[in-house]
């Protein structure tokens, strides 16, 4: 594809291999409710692809079978998969914490007005999309009406007891900028997120992750259609910063696309980028696939790069889990 074509060739970006597994990261699909600007996925309402019932009935199983800690679940919209809820409660009785990328305007979704209750009650954590505290920058990057619609899903989450102390349900928010540009210093950013979420909502949240848009899919296109795609990589490459290669989750997590393939991250999917072959003999060997972590843990192998990986290097670094190099993170409400 034409926002793909400038990362696939040779790449001078350090060679990795992964650690132990800790987490299996799940696309569950491509339909959304939103259409956002900074959709590495290019998601949106008319997508149909959607994970299988073969696959999704393999997922707790090799949660247990590889003793993986972590699911989490992604799009797309992972609530609109049919059956996200039963997934949720399967992951969650084999003992692995969930994760829920949720871009909170899901909640207020006619079918979902419980979906929040059910989060709840599975002690899900919610990891949810706000590009900013300020109504005019989330429409512009994520459609009009969005920010209203999120500021009343994070009230109702905190209704519910989420990003309160003591109750154990985690509400974290994801900052992406704009545009073409590195995120702002991570915990300053939490710190006025905290301030101004609080006195203008009554908002209250864990943490805030700063992850920086990738140039691939939507926002790749975007990048191409304006003439920024070179000075975008420039600005990652020029801000490389060796010490993230240490932190990055594809170093601790396998990514599963919603046909059941394995991927070193969700980029690498969005590339077509899979793990080696495996199988016995030469005409036997096949992409990797969800069923195929039953027999091995993948450990140790080698990690498919290419120059996008610059985009979770830069600064302060950048993976699902937001910055990387960030120090603790400022008092805040």
């Known amino acids: 594809m034409l926002d793909t074509l400038p990362l696939l060739g040779a790449t001078d970006f350090p060679a990795l291999r992964r650690r132990s597994l800790t987490t299996l990261q799940v696309n569950l699909g491509y339909r959304c409710n939103q259409s956002c600007l900074h959709c590495h996925v290019n998601a949106g309402p008319g997508?149909?692809?959607?994970?299988?019932?073969?696959?999704?009935?393999?997922?707790?199983?090799?949660?247990?079978?590889?003793?993986?800690?972590?699911?989490?679940?992604?799009?797309?919209?992972?609530?609109?998969?049919?059956?996200?809820?039963?997934?949720?409660?399967?992951?969650?009785?084999?003992?692995?914490?969930?994760?829920?990328?949720?871009?909170?305007?899901?909640?207020?979704?006619?079918?979902?007005?419980?979906?929040?209750?059910?989060?709840?009650?599975?002690?899900?954590?919610?990891?949810?999309?706000?590009?900013?505290?300020?109504?005019?920058?989330?429409?512009?990057?994520?459609?009009?009406?969005?920010?209203?619609?999120?500021?009343?899903?994070?009230?109702?989450?905190?209704?519910?007891?989420y990003g309160q102390p003591g109750t154990g349900l985690d509400l974290n928010l994801i900052y992406n900028p704009g545009g073409p540009s590195l995120p702002p210093e991570q915990s300053g950013l939490e710190a006025d997120y905290k301030r101004e979420l609080q006195a203008r909502h009554g908002i209250r949240f864990n943490r805030l992750y700063a992850l920086t848009?990738?140039?691939?899919?939507?926002?790749?296109?975007?990048?191409?259609?304006?003439?920024?795609?070179?000075?975008?990589?420039?600005?990652?490459?020029?801000?490389?910063?060796?010490?993230?290669?240490?932190?990055?989750?594809?170093?601790?997590?396998?990514?599963?696309?919603?046909?059941?393939?394995?991927?070193?991250?969700?980029?690498?999917?969005?590339?077509?980028?899979?793990?080696?072959?495996?199988?016995?003999?030469?005409?036997?060997?096949?992409?990797?696939?969800?069923?195929?972590?039953l027999e091995h843990d993948f450990a140790r192998g080698p990690i498919v790069i290419a120059d996008h990986c610059y985009g979770c290097t830069a600064g302060q670094g950048s993976s699902c889990g937001g910055a990387l190099t960030d120090p603790e993170p400022a008092p805040g409400p």
């Open 47 to 161: 997508r149909t692809e959607a994970m299988d019932d073969a696959n999704i009935d393999l997922i707790p199983g090799v949660l247990a079978a590889r003793g993986l800690p972590t699911l989490d679940l992604t799009g797309g919209a992972p609530e609109m998969h049919p059956r996200f809820r039963w997934l949720v409660a399967a992951a969650r009785a084999v003992g692995a914490k969930v994760i829920d990328r949720c871009n909170l305007t899901i909640l207020s979704e006619p079918g979902c007005e419980d979906l929040a209750n059910f989060l709840a009650a599975q002690g899900v954590e919610v990891l949810a999309s706000l590009p900013c505290y300020l109504e005019d920058n989330v429409d512009s990057q994520r459609g009009a009406g969005v920010f209203q619609r999120s500021i009343t899903g994070l009230q109702r989450l905190n209704a519910l007891g």
């Open 213 to 293: 848009n990738m140039p691939i899919k939507r926002f790749g296109s975007t990048l191409l259609s304006r003439g920024q795609f070179r000075d975008y990589m420039s600005l990652l490459r020029d801000s490389f910063q060796p010490a993230n290669l240490e932190q990055v989750m594809c170093r601790d997590l396998i990514s599963v696309d919603w046909r059941g393939r394995l991927f070193d991250c969700d980029f690498n999917q969005q590339l077509g980028l899979g793990l080696a072959p495996v199988g016995p003999d030469d005409e036997g060997r096949h992409q990797p696939c969800l069923g195929d972590l």
